[in-house]
């Protein structure tokens, strides 16, 4: 059938099925082919129903009466065939007789990346669709998640607030530094949280605006770096915590003299260390880069960023799962330590949440086309540093500038607190 179409040029064509699995297959043969051959175009897709629905098949004839298109293609069984053949045989010649289309003519049906002539249908090239006249072929729109629409100004407010909120916590830890709630528990630590959950802030911007090479191969690799930095001192907060409970029990075992402040450091530079080399093995070998998706619509080209390679990507997440799982478990251990003395149980629940949180990601990720892929991201980000930041210093920040009787060592140790 496609060659005899080809055979007598004829590139708009209307199209007829039986309402069966043969109908249906070949429909979707036939449109392929037809797109394949020499870029003809279908006017009209209609289905035959079962039985003798007489209103049904007059809509049908109605429809390819009304057609700008000379030809229809029947792919149906005879007992269709006979009930539409009564109802078409005083249009028939009608159908069939040569008509032209004048150049410019709005006809109904006529889909929106072809273009007519005075006798056929000419599709326009990928990247372009037709006017609304019909007579030029013009560049489709590109969609990205941009700085001007709602949701990217939600995000960018959303991102920079977060990145303000935390240069607010630092200065308030920077000058009370010397107290003990900003001391206990290592505070280079909490200041390289803060530090890292800024990074991660402001690197969910360049998932925002049009995808770009050098946006596209730091966008998730300054994501993963910051959020292995940033729960990396998770995990060693926690394990500072046992530790120093351990120590201070009677009996204690000495653990903390092996785990001390260059420890500590190591640890944390040790395991960003590890996301680091998966980012430039990524980088180097199969590096994220801007793409033009001319599949999801008809009528604009999605401007995406393929990840390039998919494991690449899936040992970045899970690495920062599973720092965020082990953060979890030791925190969940630690949970029943005394109030006063260890933020645990701020731990548990953020790391916890935090674990949720991109969990739900993957799938929503995975089914979301374009522009809705990145701000799924942009938000897991986002969720997630405002969680950590929020559950890791919002106490602290409460005593500090609205309990100030309770920021002194004996209250923190949990050996008694101030009368109110």
Known sequence: MLQILRRFGWTWVGLVISDDDYGRHTAHSFKSGLAKSGGGCLAYLEVLPWGHDVNEIQRIVGRMKKSTSSVVTVFAHSSNMLDLMEEVKQFWEHIFRCKFVSAGMEAEGIPSDCLLDSTECTSCPEDFWSNIHRDQCVPKSKEFLSYVEPLGISFTTASLFGALLCTIVLGIFTRHRTTPVVRANNSELSFLILLSLKLCFLCSLFFIGKPRLWTCQLRHAAFGI???????????????????????????????????????????????????????????????????????????????????????????????????????????????????????????????????????????????????????????????????????????????????????????????????
Request: aromatic residues 12%; positive net charge; hydrophobic residues 50%.
């Open 226 to 420: 910051s959020f292995v930095l940033c729960v990396s001192c998770i995990l060693v907060k926690t394990m500072v915590v046992l530790a120093v409970f351990k120590a201070s029990k009677p009996g204690g075992d000495g653990s903390l003299k092996w785990f001390g402040v260059i420890q500590q450091r190591g640890t944390v530079v040790f395991l960003t260390l590890i996301q680091a080399a998966v980012c430039i093995t990524w980088l180097v070998f199969s590096s994220p880069a801007p793409h033009e998706n001319t599949e999801y619509y008809s009528d604009r080209i999605v401007v995406e960023c393929l990840v390039g390679s998919r494991v690449g990507f899936g040992v970045l997440l899970g690495y920062i799962g599973l720092l965020a799982i082990l953060s979890f478990l030791l925190a969940f251990l630690a949970r029943n330590l005394p109030d006063n003395f260890n933020e645990a149980k701020f731990i548990t629940f953020s790391t916890l949440v935090l674990c949720a949180v991109w969990i739900a990601f993957i799938p929503a990720y995975i089914n979301s086309p374009g522009k809705y892929a990145d701000a799924v991201e942009v938000f897991a980000i986002l969720a997630s540093s405002f969680v950590l930041l929020l559950a890791l210093f919002g106490p602290k920040c409460y005593i500090i500038l609205l309990k100030p009787e309770k920021n002194t060592k004996k209250a923190l140790m949990g050996r008694g607190s101030p009368r109110s």
